[in-house]
């Protein structure tokens, strides 16, 4: 369901596949909130968020490197919205959410929606801008 498509490269091989594996956690997110038969799914949504974090950081890092060895002027943005997401992140931590959270599948619908909104909005809106040297 969730897939990188053709609309989503940038023409920046490493960007795109780095891209590639971002779509694919949504697309693990989207299993998980789905899976019936994982009656408690806390452990499981604590490592996606993990991931995530170590993911997006890697790839921000790896974005904001190449930006910068370009000269591309619009660095400071991209470094403003890559931050609005570690944020929100930071600020749906498991570690703030009990356990015993009645509707572990709203938590993931929660990240689900949040990421891919912001994934292909960043990428139609923003990412495409970077040119490809």
Known sequence: M????EEYLTGIEFI???HRRLFEIAEETYQLKNDEFIPDKYDQIQNLLNELKDYTAMHF????????????????SQKV?????????????????????????EVVGQILTYL?????????????????V
Do not use: C
Not at 2 to 5: D, I, P, S
Not at 61 to 76: D, R, T
């Open 61 to 76: 890092a790896h974005e904001e490197e190449y930006m910068q060895s370009i000269g591309y002027k619009k660095l400071f």
């Open 116 to 132: 891919t909104d912001w994934l292909v909005e960043h990428i139609l809106f923003t990412d495409k801008q970077i040119p490809a």
């Open 81 to 105: 919205q890559h931050e609005t997401f570690v944020n929100w992140l930071e600020e749906h931590n498991l570690d703030r959410i009990d356990e015993g959270v009645e509707d572990q599948d």
């Open 2 to 5: 969730y897939e990188m498509k």
């Open 16 to 18: 795109d596949k780095e």
